[in-house]
Nanobody, 123 residues
């Protein structure tokens, strides 16, 4: 069982930046896992944001490409999401997820999920 814990959420102004982190439980190297970030805006369904494959290749939703960057820090066994040029529509609960074989954010059937962290962007 992979345990994931997100941190780094908070509030930002439109155009600002935030960085989210996701720590994986000891014994599971994130480099061997497919990982992704998802978000659920208020009153809407959860949607995929970005994913990273075991070879380091990344994929992004069109709405965040060029503004959000997914990355791994293997030394800390953490996944990150650098969020720049934030917009009010980025307001959501952000979830980290992991899977052994699904490496694509557009498919939400990841096996392991964090508890989520709130991001609020004001105009």
């Amino acid at each position: 069982q992979v345990h994931l814990v997100e941190s780094g959420g908070g509030s930002a102004q439109s155009g600002g930046s935030l960085r989210l982190s996701c720590a994986a439980s000891a014994g599971y190297a994130i480099s061997g896992l497919c990982m992704g970030w998802f978000r659920q805006p208020p009153g809407r369904k959860r949607e995929g944001v970005a994913s990273i494959d075991t070879d380091g290749s990344t994929n992004y939703a069109a709405s965040v490409k060029g503004r959000l960057t997914i990355s791994q820090d293997k030394s800390k066994n953490t996944l990150s999401l650098q969020m720049n040029n934030l917009k009010p529509e980025d307001t959501a609960i952000y979830y980290c997820a992991a899977d052994w074989s699904n490496c694509y954010y557009a498919r939400a059937d990841f096996a392991y999920w964090g508890q989520g962290t709130q991001v609020t962007v004001s105009s």
